[in-house]
């Protein structure tokens, strides 16, 4: 019997000391592991929504926490003045599961810049064409007072022919995000204005 506790009282040690090491690499590497995803996860979409390199809007970055959800929130100046956010979602309900998705929005025009794709897991050759330029370009210079649609329920969207659920999640999700910036424009701005 003092055989098994003995190995049991290892083990445990061997489990705690390997659980504490885990939280400090993951403590300490934590912002690195940050960085790397701005910069080759979500830098792509940003170059695209802002047309300058995602190094020189990286550092433009705010998070601001909402019913316990961090969101990421990318700007650019004009002048001194906030002209453009690109900010993260999650597009619910895409065939694969959801989507993320950043929306760019144009302050200074109150219009949408564009939807990019952050990640997803859909159908290749269907819902997986959500990146693709001519669906993606369907955003641009949309409204950011009124919610985005698909046509077939009356809006400005095309629908990917044979990936109705992953376009639905991108329009959802981009919603989403206009009633975030609605929400929270002046929190956003403040934290902007307090970098």
Not at 69 to 97: C, H, M, N, R
């Amino acid at each position: 019997m003092s055989e098994i506790i003995r190995m049991v009282v290892i083990l445990s040690l061997i489990s705690g000391f390997s659980a504490a090491a885990l939280t400090i690499a993951n403590v300490k590497l934590g912002p690195q592991i940050e960085r790397q995803t701005d910069l080759y996860v979500r830098g792509p979409g940003l170059e695209r929504l802002f047309g300058k390199p995602a190094k020189e809007v990286l550092g433009n970055k705010v998070v601001l926490n909402v019913d316990d959800t961090a969101v990421p929130v990318f700007f650019t100046l004009k002048d001194q003045v906030v002209s453009d956010l690109a900010i993260e979602a999650t597009g619910k309900g895409g065939y694969g599961g959801d989507l993320k998705i950043m929306v760019g929005i144009d302050l200074i025009n109150e219009r949408q810049t564009g939807m990019e794709v952050v990640s997803h897991s859909e159908t290749p050759g269907l819902g997986a064409r959500i990146i693709e330029v001519a669906f993606r370009r369907q955003w641009q210079g949309l409204p950011i007072d009124a919610p985005v649609a698909l046509t077939k329920d009356g809006g400005q969207i095309d629908a990917i022919s044979g990936a109705s659920t992953t376009s639905k999640a991108a329009v959802n999700g981009t919603n989403d995000v206009l009633d975030f910036v609605r929400e929270n424009r002046d929190e956003i701005l403040r934290l902007i204005s307090e970098r």
